[in-house]
Protein backbone atom coordinates (compact mmCIF):
# COMPACT_ATOMS: atom_id res chain seq x y z
CA UNK A 1 0.00 0.00 0.00
CA UNK A 2 1.71 3.58 -1.15
CA UNK A 3 1.88 6.05 1.29
CA UNK A 4 -0.32 9.28 1.53
CA UNK A 5 2.44 12.22 0.17
CA UNK A 6 2.90 14.84 3.11
CA UNK A 7 1.33 18.02 2.80
CA UNK A 8 3.71 20.53 1.30
CA UNK A 9 4.13 24.23 2.56
CA UNK A 10 2.50 26.45 0.57
CA UNK A 11 4.43 29.92 -0.25
CA UNK A 12 2.02 32.57 -2.11
CA UNK A 13 4.55 35.18 -3.48
CA UNK A 14 1.57 38.32 -3.71
CA UNK A 15 -2.05 39.13 -2.50
CA UNK A 16 -3.57 42.92 -2.15
CA UNK A 17 -5.31 42.10 1.21
CA UNK A 18 -3.61 44.92 3.30
CA UNK A 19 -4.88 47.03 0.77
CA UNK A 20 -8.26 45.69 0.87
CA UNK A 21 -8.20 46.12 4.96
CA UNK A 22 -7.08 49.82 4.22
CA UNK A 23 -9.66 50.75 1.75
CA UNK A 24 -12.86 48.57 2.26
CA UNK A 25 -12.75 47.36 5.39
CA UNK A 26 -16.06 46.29 5.59
CA UNK A 27 -15.77 43.63 2.69
CA UNK A 28 -14.57 40.38 3.54
CA UNK A 29 -11.29 39.13 2.27
CA UNK A 30 -10.14 36.29 0.56
CA UNK A 31 -7.05 35.79 2.76
CA UNK A 32 -7.74 35.14 6.35
CA UNK A 33 -5.83 33.54 8.91
CA UNK A 34 -8.35 30.29 9.13
CA UNK A 35 -8.06 30.17 5.33
CA UNK A 36 -4.54 29.85 5.20
CA UNK A 37 -4.52 27.30 8.08
CA UNK A 38 -6.62 25.23 6.17
CA UNK A 39 -4.91 25.77 2.35
CA UNK A 40 -1.47 24.75 4.51
CA UNK A 41 0.42 28.36 3.94
CA UNK A 42 3.55 28.82 5.41
CA UNK A 43 4.13 32.39 4.09
CA UNK A 44 1.91 34.47 2.51
CA UNK A 45 3.29 37.58 0.69
CA UNK A 46 1.60 40.90 1.72
CA UNK A 47 1.74 43.44 -0.79
CA UNK A 48 1.17 47.22 -0.19
CA UNK A 49 -0.35 48.39 -3.27
CA UNK A 50 0.47 51.61 -4.78
CA UNK A 51 -3.56 52.16 -5.60
CA UNK A 52 -4.64 54.98 -8.39
CA UNK A 53 -2.20 57.48 -9.65
CA UNK A 54 -1.77 60.29 -7.02
CA UNK A 55 0.46 62.64 -5.69
CA UNK A 56 3.37 61.08 -3.64
CA UNK A 57 2.38 62.97 0.03
CA UNK A 58 -1.37 61.02 -0.82
CA UNK A 59 0.65 57.31 -1.70
CA UNK A 60 2.74 57.45 1.48
CA UNK A 61 -0.26 58.01 3.41
CA UNK A 62 -1.73 54.84 2.25
CA UNK A 63 1.49 53.19 2.90
CA UNK A 64 1.64 54.51 6.15
CA UNK A 65 -2.20 53.23 6.42
CA UNK A 66 -1.16 49.53 5.41
CA UNK A 67 1.51 49.50 7.83
CA UNK A 68 -1.11 49.79 10.09
CA UNK A 69 -3.12 47.31 9.10
CA UNK A 70 -0.05 45.17 9.21
CA UNK A 71 0.39 46.02 12.84
CA UNK A 72 -3.63 45.27 13.85
CA UNK A 73 -2.97 41.91 11.93
CA UNK A 74 0.14 40.95 14.34
CA UNK A 75 -1.58 42.03 17.28
CA UNK A 76 -4.54 39.51 16.28
CA UNK A 77 -1.63 37.14 16.11
CA UNK A 78 -0.66 36.66 12.70
CA UNK A 79 3.12 36.62 12.71
CA UNK A 80 5.91 38.17 10.03
CA UNK A 81 9.15 37.03 9.13
CA UNK A 82 11.85 38.67 7.74
CA UNK A 83 13.28 35.87 5.58
CA UNK A 84 11.17 32.87 4.21
CA UNK A 85 14.24 30.49 6.31
CA UNK A 86 12.66 31.59 9.69
CA UNK A 87 9.34 29.90 8.81
CA UNK A 88 9.79 26.50 10.93
CA UNK A 89 6.32 25.24 10.98
CA UNK A 90 3.43 24.87 9.12
CA UNK A 91 1.74 27.55 10.68
CA UNK A 92 0.80 30.71 8.48
CA UNK A 93 3.91 34.09 8.54
CA UNK A 94 3.51 37.12 6.73
CA UNK A 95 6.45 38.38 4.40
CA UNK A 96 5.97 42.05 3.68
CA UNK A 97 5.92 43.50 -0.34
CA UNK A 98 5.93 46.62 -2.09
CA UNK A 99 3.45 46.75 -5.85
CA UNK A 100 4.78 50.09 -7.32
CA UNK A 101 7.74 51.97 -5.87
CA UNK A 102 6.48 55.62 -5.75
CA UNK A 103 7.68 55.59 -2.69
CA UNK A 104 11.34 55.70 -3.52
CA UNK A 105 10.97 58.69 -5.55
CA UNK A 106 12.23 60.70 -2.70
CA UNK A 107 16.17 59.43 -2.81
CA UNK A 108 17.99 56.14 -2.53
CA UNK A 109 17.60 56.14 1.34
CA UNK A 110 14.23 56.17 1.47
CA UNK A 111 14.54 52.51 0.20
CA UNK A 112 16.76 51.26 3.58
CA UNK A 113 13.85 52.79 5.46
CA UNK A 114 11.45 50.48 4.10
CA UNK A 115 13.80 47.55 4.03
CA UNK A 116 14.35 48.39 7.71
CA UNK A 117 10.74 47.72 8.27
CA UNK A 118 10.34 44.64 7.20
CA UNK A 119 10.21 44.89 2.96
CA UNK A 120 11.63 42.16 1.40
CA UNK A 121 10.19 42.05 -2.38
CA UNK A 122 9.35 45.60 -4.40
CA UNK A 123 7.06 45.33 -7.64
CA UNK A 124 9.12 48.20 -9.76
CA UNK A 125 5.81 49.68 -11.07
CA UNK A 126 2.20 48.59 -11.15
CA UNK A 127 0.16 50.24 -14.24
CA UNK A 128 1.66 53.82 -14.33
CA UNK A 129 5.02 54.83 -15.13
CA UNK A 130 6.97 56.42 -12.09
CA UNK A 131 10.16 57.52 -11.17
CA UNK A 132 12.37 54.46 -12.01
CA UNK A 133 10.24 52.62 -14.71
CA UNK A 134 7.36 52.30 -17.24
CA UNK A 135 4.89 49.13 -16.89
CA UNK A 136 3.65 47.08 -19.57
CA UNK A 137 0.47 48.75 -20.34
CA UNK A 138 1.95 52.13 -21.22
CA UNK A 139 4.61 50.28 -24.22
CA UNK A 140 7.29 47.51 -24.23
CA UNK A 141 10.71 49.35 -25.28
CA UNK A 142 11.36 52.47 -22.25
CA UNK A 143 13.87 51.18 -20.07
CA UNK A 144 14.08 51.96 -16.61
CA UNK A 145 15.47 55.32 -15.76
CA UNK A 146 18.69 56.48 -14.18
CA UNK A 147 17.40 56.74 -11.30
CA UNK A 148 15.65 53.32 -11.59
CA UNK A 149 18.58 51.51 -12.52
CA UNK A 150 20.35 52.91 -9.19
CA UNK A 151 17.26 51.87 -7.43
CA UNK A 152 17.45 48.34 -8.21
CA UNK A 153 20.82 47.69 -7.32
CA UNK A 154 20.37 49.55 -4.34
CA UNK A 155 17.59 47.05 -3.29
CA UNK A 156 19.77 44.39 -4.33
CA UNK A 157 22.29 45.36 -2.45
CA UNK A 158 19.68 45.46 0.98
CA UNK A 159 18.39 42.14 0.04
CA UNK A 160 15.29 43.30 -1.35
CA UNK A 161 14.46 41.13 -4.39
CA UNK A 162 13.19 42.90 -7.22
CA UNK A 163 9.83 42.39 -8.63
CA UNK A 164 9.46 42.55 -12.37
CA UNK A 165 5.45 42.10 -12.50
CA UNK A 166 4.15 44.69 -14.16
CA UNK A 167 7.34 45.81 -15.92
CA UNK A 168 7.46 46.25 -19.46
CA UNK A 169 10.32 44.35 -21.41
CA UNK A 170 13.04 46.80 -21.39
CA UNK A 171 12.97 47.40 -17.94
CA UNK A 172 12.99 43.65 -17.18
CA UNK A 173 15.82 43.65 -19.51
CA UNK A 174 18.04 46.43 -17.87
CA UNK A 175 17.87 44.45 -14.83
CA UNK A 176 18.62 41.06 -15.82
CA UNK A 177 21.32 42.39 -18.09
CA UNK A 178 22.64 45.78 -16.11
CA UNK A 179 22.42 43.86 -12.87
CA UNK A 180 23.80 40.72 -11.11
CA UNK A 181 21.13 39.31 -8.67
CA UNK A 182 18.50 37.70 -10.32
CA UNK A 183 14.66 39.15 -10.07
CA UNK A 184 11.45 37.39 -9.63
CA UNK A 185 8.02 37.99 -10.93
CA UNK A 186 5.93 37.33 -7.75
CA UNK A 187 2.53 36.89 -9.59
CA UNK A 188 2.68 36.69 -13.42
CA UNK A 189 1.33 34.00 -16.37
CA UNK A 190 3.03 33.10 -20.01
CA UNK A 191 2.42 34.88 -22.50
CA UNK A 192 2.49 31.96 -25.07
CA UNK A 193 -0.90 30.50 -23.43
CA UNK A 194 -2.77 33.59 -23.39
CA UNK A 195 -1.41 36.89 -25.07
CA UNK A 196 -1.45 39.71 -22.80
CA UNK A 197 1.45 42.21 -22.31
CA UNK A 198 1.28 41.44 -18.64
CA UNK A 199 2.21 38.07 -18.80
CA UNK A 200 6.02 36.93 -19.85
CA UNK A 201 7.28 35.81 -23.42
CA UNK A 202 9.08 32.30 -23.79
CA UNK A 203 12.02 34.38 -23.65
CA UNK A 204 11.95 36.25 -20.75
CA UNK A 205 10.77 33.11 -19.13
CA UNK A 206 14.44 31.47 -20.33
CA UNK A 207 16.29 34.48 -19.43
CA UNK A 208 14.36 34.55 -16.16
CA UNK A 209 15.14 31.28 -15.11
CA UNK A 210 18.62 31.04 -16.97
CA UNK A 211 19.72 33.50 -14.25
CA UNK A 212 18.49 32.01 -11.33
CA UNK A 213 15.27 33.64 -10.59
CA UNK A 214 11.64 32.73 -9.70
CA UNK A 215 8.28 33.23 -11.08
CA UNK A 216 4.68 33.41 -8.74
CA UNK A 217 1.53 32.06 -11.22
CA UNK A 218 -1.43 34.90 -11.24
CA UNK A 219 -4.74 33.39 -10.79
CA UNK A 220 -6.26 35.93 -12.72
CA UNK A 221 -8.33 34.47 -15.27
CA UNK A 222 -8.27 37.36 -17.23
CA UNK A 223 -4.55 36.25 -17.56
CA UNK A 224 -4.75 32.77 -17.53
CA UNK A 225 -7.03 32.33 -20.77
CA UNK A 226 -9.04 34.08 -23.39
CA UNK A 227 -11.57 31.18 -23.37
CA UNK A 228 -15.19 31.60 -21.33
CA UNK A 229 -13.78 28.83 -18.33
CA UNK A 230 -10.73 29.07 -16.40
CA UNK A 231 -9.75 26.24 -14.31
CA UNK A 232 -7.30 24.94 -11.44
CA UNK A 233 -6.20 22.71 -14.89
CA UNK A 234 -5.61 26.20 -16.29
CA UNK A 235 -3.06 26.79 -14.06
CA UNK A 236 -1.20 24.21 -14.35
CA UNK A 237 -1.14 24.79 -17.93
CA UNK A 238 1.02 27.49 -17.23
CA UNK A 239 3.21 26.04 -14.68
CA UNK A 240 3.96 23.26 -16.94
CA UNK A 241 4.35 25.93 -19.90
CA UNK A 242 7.25 27.17 -18.08
CA UNK A 243 8.45 24.23 -16.82
CA UNK A 244 9.24 24.04 -20.69
CA UNK A 245 11.15 26.93 -20.25
CA UNK A 246 13.48 25.73 -18.41
CA UNK A 247 12.00 26.62 -15.00
CA UNK A 248 12.11 23.57 -13.23
CA UNK A 249 12.68 23.97 -9.41
CA UNK A 250 11.82 28.33 -10.09
CA UNK A 251 7.93 28.60 -10.42
CA UNK A 252 5.32 28.39 -7.90
CA UNK A 253 2.45 30.23 -6.59
CA UNK A 254 1.69 34.05 -6.56
CA UNK A 255 -2.05 34.04 -6.49
CA UNK A 256 -3.12 37.87 -6.43
CA UNK A 257 -5.69 37.13 -3.91
CA UNK A 258 -7.96 40.36 -2.85
CA UNK A 259 -6.34 41.90 -5.89
CA UNK A 260 -8.56 39.80 -8.45
CA UNK A 261 -12.30 40.27 -9.54
CA UNK A 262 -12.62 36.47 -10.52
CA UNK A 263 -10.33 33.25 -9.84
CA UNK A 264 -10.81 29.90 -11.53
CA UNK A 265 -13.08 27.45 -10.51
CA UNK A 266 -12.46 25.77 -7.56
CA UNK A 267 -9.33 28.30 -6.42
CA UNK A 268 -11.38 30.85 -4.87
CA UNK A 269 -8.91 31.61 -1.90
CA UNK A 270 -6.14 29.95 -0.04
CA UNK A 271 -8.14 27.17 1.86
CA UNK A 272 -8.33 26.11 -1.79
CA UNK A 273 -4.33 25.27 -2.13
CA UNK A 274 -5.05 21.24 -1.48
CA UNK A 275 -6.58 20.88 -4.45
CA UNK A 276 -3.93 23.00 -6.95
CA UNK A 277 -1.65 20.79 -4.69
CA UNK A 278 -3.96 17.64 -6.03
CA UNK A 279 -4.39 18.84 -9.49
CA UNK A 280 -0.57 19.00 -10.36
CA UNK A 281 -0.26 15.25 -8.96
CA UNK A 282 -3.28 14.01 -11.32
CA UNK A 283 -0.87 16.15 -14.03
CA UNK A 284 2.24 13.74 -13.65
CA UNK A 285 4.11 16.07 -11.42
CA UNK A 286 6.76 14.17 -9.26
CA UNK A 287 6.60 14.61 -5.42
CA UNK A 288 10.04 16.77 -5.30
CA UNK A 289 8.45 19.00 -8.03
CA UNK A 290 5.66 19.36 -6.07
CA UNK A 291 7.19 20.32 -3.27
CA UNK A 292 9.11 22.86 -4.77
CA UNK A 293 5.91 24.50 -6.81
CA UNK A 294 3.84 24.86 -3.43
CA UNK A 295 6.51 27.02 -1.43
CA UNK A 296 10.19 25.47 -1.77
CA UNK A 297 10.87 27.22 -5.16
CA UNK A 298 10.18 30.61 -3.50
CA UNK A 299 11.99 29.80 -0.04
CA UNK A 300 15.37 28.64 -2.23
CA UNK A 301 14.79 31.56 -4.49
CA UNK A 302 16.00 34.16 -1.18
CA UNK A 303 18.47 31.97 -0.61
CA UNK A 304 20.11 32.26 -3.73
CA UNK A 305 19.57 36.16 -3.50
Same mark, same amino acid.
Given at each position: ?23 ? &? ?8 ? /? ?40 ? #? ?29 ? $? ?47 ? /? ?8 ? $? ?44 ? #? ?6 ? &? ?77 ? /? ?5
Amino acid at each position: MSETPASPRVCDAHCDTLYSLLTA &PQKPTDVTLE /RLQQGGVAIQTMAMYVGPAAGLDVIEQRFEGMFDQLEALKQA #GWRQVDDPKEVIDAQPHMLLSIEGCEVFARG $LSVIADYRARGVRMAAITWNHPNALGTPHCVDATTGLSGYGLNAVREMQ /RLGIAVDVSH $LNEAGFYDILKKTDVPPLASHSCARALRDHTRNLTDGQLRALFGAG #GFVGLNFF &PMFLTDGPVCTIDTVIDHIQHMYDQGGAGMVGFGSDFDGISTKPEGLDNPGDFPHLIEGLRRRGFDESDVLAIAGGAFI /RYFERI
